[in-house]
Every structure is written in structure tokens, then in C-alpha cells.
């Protein structure tokens, strides 16, 4: 049975049994073939998102207290060793029920230095901002890197199935055609566990983060080109 990663399929109108020579006049045959290889690679970087969220009776002063909490947030995340800092999003919305207005901003932080990142966020959430997402991923060094390394295998693997199929033919593979290469612009994430929002206390406990290997696939598709001998 075949891999179910791999497809095959073999444009020839009449295939002659290997104990057979090849029809008279047959001058070419294509393989529609494609291979997936996948590397396991250790994330190496630490993403957290946390959004400042406010609700008043203005936009003004809802807006004014989200300004308040996102700028005492970036002053004390800068001050975290190898912790980059970056704002996202920024939304104000009139609350029709409540008859009131909510803004609400993101903060995302990254790092390679777990411990300390997470100590970060949980401060953070102590001071009231709200953790959207945690992830454990790979730098966009390291991404492209492993994105590289799973192309080169899955092309490998490819020549070597077509030269095996071409024999199996009596034929030999001359070369290839149409390669196309496939490789998912982002890897899966794990899952990992999250502390609740934070309080208004001044410090929250840290929330937890248990890294696991990331997979990263790449499949090569393309026409391989086989001849007589």
C-alpha cells in the first residue's frame, strides 16, 4: 500500500510488463509523482499577546485610561533583558446596551529567554492587562532554515522514488519537469497552558508554558521525464 502523503500517476496509454520490451516507437513516458518530508525542530522563541481593554461613559476617557495602561506596560517591558516589544491593534467601539464606550489596545512580547518573559507577563497581568495568547514558536531565522532542510529531503526523496519507478519500466529517468515545491507559510503551534487574567494586584503568578517540538513539512511535486535505455 502506498503512503498516503504520496500520489502517482503514470501518463503512458499502454504500460508493457517489466518481462516485455517497450512498444516500438515509444519515445517518452511522464510520472506525475510527489513527495512530503517533514524536520522536527525545538522552538526557540516565546510569543506572548495582551491586550489593555477599558470601558467608560466617553470614548475619550475609556480611550485615555487603555493609553494609560499600554504606556506603563511598554516602560516596564523594555526593561526586560532580550525581550522584544512591539503594539498591535487598536480598536474603540460604542457599548449600545451598556451606554457605554470600550477601547482596547494588544501588546505583543517576544523572547528567547522563557523564565523571563513569562515572569514579565505575569506582572503584566497583575496590572490588568488580560493575556490573549501565549505561544511557543520558531524565529524566522530558524523557519526558514527548517523550511529549507524538509524541501531538500522531500526532492531527494522524489528523484529517488521516480529513478526506482523508471527501473521498475525498464526506462531511466532523464530529468524532471513542472516542480513545484509546497511549503505551509506558517508551522503548527503546540498548545500550551495559560494563567486566568490578571488581578489588580501588582503581581500575578507567571503563567505556565511547556514547550514541544515543532513540525515543519514541505512537499515537492513535479513530472519526471523517463526514456528507453
Known amino acids: ?4 502523503i504520496r500520489a502517482l500517476a503514470i501518463s503512458t496509454l499502454l504500460l508493457a510488463p517489466p518481462a516485455l520490451a517497450q512498444p516500438a516507437g515509444l519515445s517518452e513516458t511522464t510520472l506525475h509523482i510527489a ?13 506572548a499577546v495582551l491586550r489593555a481593554e477599558s470601558r467608560a461613559g466617553t470614548a475619550a476617557a ?3 485610561a487603555v493609553n494609560r495602561a499600554i504606556a506603563a506596560a511598554v516602560a516596564r517591558a523594555q526593561g526586560g533583558n532580550g525581550v522584544q516589544v512591539s503594539t498591535g ?11 457605554a464606550w470600550q477601547a482596547s489596545q494588544t501588546l505583543t512580547l ?5 523564565p523571563a518573559l513569562l515572569e514579565l507577563v505575569g506582572a503584566l497581568q497583575g496590572q490588568g492587562l488580560a493575556l ?12 526558514r532554515t527548517a523550511r529549507e532542510e524538509a524541501s531538500r529531503l522531500a526532492l531527494e526523496s522524489l528523484q529517488r522514488r521516480a529513478g526506482a519507478i523508471a527501473t521498475q519500466l525498464g526506462l531511466q529517468l532523464v530529468g524532471l519537469r513542472e516542480v513545484r515545491i509546497d511549503v505551509p507559510d506558517r508551522a503548527p503551534r503546540p ?21 514541544e517540538d515543532t513540525v515543519v513539512t514541505a ?10 535505455r
Do not use: F, I
Open 110 to 114: 517576544r523572547g528567547a529567554a522563557a
Open 62 to 64: 475609556a480611550q485615555d
Open 35 to 47: 513527495e512530503t518530508a517533514e524536520v522536527t525542530r525545538a522552538p526557540n522563541e516565546v510569543v
Open 132 to 143: 490573549a495568547s501565549l505561544d511557543w514558536t520558531l524565529t524566522r531565522e530558524a523557519a
Open 219 to 228: 512537499t515537492v511535486e513535479a513530472v519526471a521525464v523517463l526514456r528507453p
Open 191 to 211: 498548545m500550551m497552558a495559560m494563567a486566568a487574567r490578571g488581578s489588580s494586584l501588582s503581581s500575578a503568578a507567571p503563567p505556565v508554558a511547556v514547550a
Open 89 to 99: 491593534g487598536y480598536w474603540t467601539a460604542r457599548v449600545e446596551e451598556a451606554r
Open 1 to 4: 500500500m502506498l503512503h498516503p
